[in-house]
C-alpha cells in the first residue's frame, strides 16, 4: 500500500526476464515463443506459454519494435461505416487481422477526399504500422497514396486480385435478369471515382454487351436509400413510357432499398412492374418488402487476402467465388 494513501501500489508489468527466469529458459527462448519461432520444442513452448498465462504477460508492441521493425499491427483507413460496405469490411479485416496474430489500428475518412485520407495515413503511420488497408477506396485517393512512399506496403479491399471478384458478381446479377427475359435494363451505377463502383459498372456493361444490350438509362446513386429514393420519379416515368426499364440493376442493396420505397410510393410495383436486382446482400435483405434478389462476394475472405498481402504470408482459403441469391424482387419480364 502506499504511504499516507491507503491505495493499494500497482503491481509491476511481468517482462520477458521475468517470464524466462520462472520457466526456466532465457529471455531470447520466451522471444522466440513470443514471435511463433518454428525451433522451439514444443514442450518448451508450453512452459513458457504456461508462465505467460500465469504473470498475465502482455506484449509490449512498441519495445518490440525496436528489435524487429514491426509492431503487428494493421492501418485501417475506413470510410463511412454506417454504409454496410465499408462497415462489414472492417469488421471482417479486424477478424482477419487477429487469424493472422495481427491487430489493427483504424482512422476514418472521407474516402473520396484526398486531403482526408492522407491524414488519416500520416496518423496511422506514427503508431508504427506495417501496412495500410483501405476500405471503400476512390480511384485519386488510392493513386495518392500509393505514390507517397510511405514505405510499407499497401492494399484497397475489393481492388487487385481482389477486383475480380466485383466485376463478376455484377455480371451475374444482368445474365439473372436476362435469364428471366429481360432485354430493356436500366443500371444505377455508384459514385464514380470509388473503385467498387468502377468495377461493378464493368461487370455491368460487359454482360449487357456479352448480350447485345445497352442500358436503355443510366443513373447514379451515393449507395444509400435515401440516393436511391430520390432516383425513384425519373424511374417511374421510365417504366410508364414506352421501350421503358422493366429491370433495374442497383449499385448495392441499400439504394435498391430505395429505390423499391421510391416506386412504390408512385404506384409502381416491384417486381409486377419492374424487377430489382441489388448487390451485397445485407443482412436486412431477405426481410425487405419484396425480399431482394442480390449478389453476395466474399468480404470475410476477401479481408484474410488483404491481409496476408500486408504480412507476407500464404493464404490456404481463397475467397469464394460471387454468389447470386435470388428473392422476391425479380420476375419474368412483363409481356409487351
Request: proline share 5%.
Amino acid at each position: 500500500m502506499s504511504a499516507g494513501t491507503g491505495e493499494v501500489a500497482p503491481r509491476r508489468r511481468a517482462g520477458v526476464r521475468d517470464v524466462a527466469q520462472l520457466a526456466g529458459v532465457s529471455p531470447q527462448t520466451v522471444s522466440r515463443v513470443l514471435n511463433g519461432h518454428p525451433s522451439i520444442k514444443p514442450e518448451t513452448r508450453e512452459r513458457v506459454q504456461q508462465v505467460l498465462d500465469e504473470l498475465d504477460y502482455r506484449v509490449n508492441n512498441a519495445a518490440r519494435a525496436l528489435g524487429t521493425s514491426s509492431t503487428r499491427t494493421i492501418g485501417i483507413i475506413s470510410g463511412d461505416p454506417s454504409l454496410y460496405g465499408p462497415g462489414a469490411g472492417l469488421v471482417a479485416l479486424a477478424s482477419a487481422a487477429r487469424q493472422a496474430g495481427r491487430w489493427i489500428a483504424t482512422a476514418y475518412a472521407d474516402s473520396s477526399d484526398a486531403a482526408s485520407v492522407r491524414e488519416a495515413a500520416e496518423y496511422l503511420l506514427t503508431q508504427g504500422i506495417d501496412g495500410l488497408i483501405v476500405t471503400a477506396a476512390c480511384q485519386e485517393t488510392m493513386q495518392m497514396l500509393l505514390g507517397a512512399n510511405y514505405g510499407v506496403p499497401i492494399r484497397a479491399l475489393h481492388d487487385g486480385e481482389g477486383r475480380a471478384a466485383q466485376v463478376q458478381a455484377a455480371a451475374l446479377a444482368v445474365q439473372h435478369l436476362v435469364g428471366l427475359g429481360h432485354s430493356r435494363i436500366a443500371v444505377v451505377s455508384g459514385p464514380s471515382l470509388w473503385l467498387e463502383a468502377l468495377s461493378r459498372a464493368e461487370g455491368i456493361d460487359g454482360a449487357l454487351l456479352a448480350e447485345g444490350l445497352q442500358p436503355v438509362l443510366r443513373l447514379q446513386a451515393e449507395w444509400t436509400a435515401a440516393s436511391g429514393a430520390a432516383l425513384a420519379e425519373e424511374l417511374a416515368a421510365a417504366v410508364a413510357s414506352k421501350g421503358g426499364p422493366t429491370a433495374v440493376v442497383a449499385p448495392n442493396d441499400q439504394t435498391a432499398l430505395g429505390v423499391i420505397s421510391g416506386l412504390r410510393d408512385r404506384g409502381v410495383r416491384v417486381p409486377h412492374d419492374v424487377s430489382i436486382v441489388g448487390f451485397d446482400d445485407i443482412p436486412d435483405a431477405p426481410f425487405l418488402v419484396p425480399a431482394l434478389t442480390t449478389v453476395r462476394v466474399d468480404i470475410v475472405g476477401e479481408a484474410r487476402r488483404c491481409v496476408a498481402e500486408i504480412t507476407g504470408e500464404f493464404i490456404e482459403q481463397a475467397p469464394e467465388s460471387p454468389e447470386l441469391v435470388v428473392r422476391a424482387s425479380t420476375a419474368a419480364a412483363p409481356r409487351a
